[in-house]
Nanobody, 115 residues
Framework: QVQLVESGGGLVQPGGSLRLSCAAS????????MGWYRQAPGKERELVAE???????NYADSVKGRFTISRDNAKNTVYLEMNSLKPEDTAVYYC?????????WGQGTQVTVSS
C-alpha cells in the first residue's frame, strides 16, 4: 500500500504562484512514476505533469513553461511549482503514484485562481 498526502492548495489571483507538495509513504519501490492530475467541475481528470523515478518529465501542453514538477527521492516527495496561474487552472489537484502497475491517489487539494 502507498499513501499520498497533498498540501499547498489555495486561492490565488491570476498571474500568481502556488507550490503543491505530495508526501508518499508505504511500499514505494524504485521504478515508480509520480505525477499530478487535476479535475475541474464537469470535466474529466487530466494529467498535468509526471516524473519517473529514473528522471525525465512530461507535461500537459496547457501548463508547459508555467509549471515545474520535481521530486526528492530521499523524502519520497513530489512537488508542483505553478507560476503564471490562469483561471482555467482552477481545479482539484490530485497526486498520483504508479507503483508496480497500480495507481494510487491522494485526497486532492483545491486550487482556485480568481481575482
Amino acid at each position: 500500500q502507498v499513501q499520498l498526502v497533498e498540501s499547498g492548495g489555495g486561492l490565488v489571483q491570476p498571474g500568481g504562484s502556488l507550490r503543491l507538495s505530495c508526501a508518499a509513504s508505504g511500499r514505494i519501490f524504485r521504478g515508480n512514476v509520480m505525477g499530478w492530475y487535476r479535475q475541474a467541475p464537469g470535466k474529466e481528470r487530466e494529467l498535468v505533469a509526471e516524473i519517473p523515478s529514473g528522471g525525465g518529465t512530461n507535461y500537459a501542453d496547457s501548463v508547459k513553461g508555467r509549471f515545474t514538477i520535481s521530486r526528492d527521492n530521499a523524502k519520497n516527495t513530489v512537488y508542483l511549482e505553478m507560476n503564471s496561474l490562469k483561471p482555467e487552472d482552477t481545479a482539484v489537484y490530485y497526486c498520483n503514484a504508479y507503483v508496480n502497475a497500480i495507481n494510487y491517489w491522494g485526497q486532492g487539494t483545491q486550487v482556485t485562481v480568481s481575482s
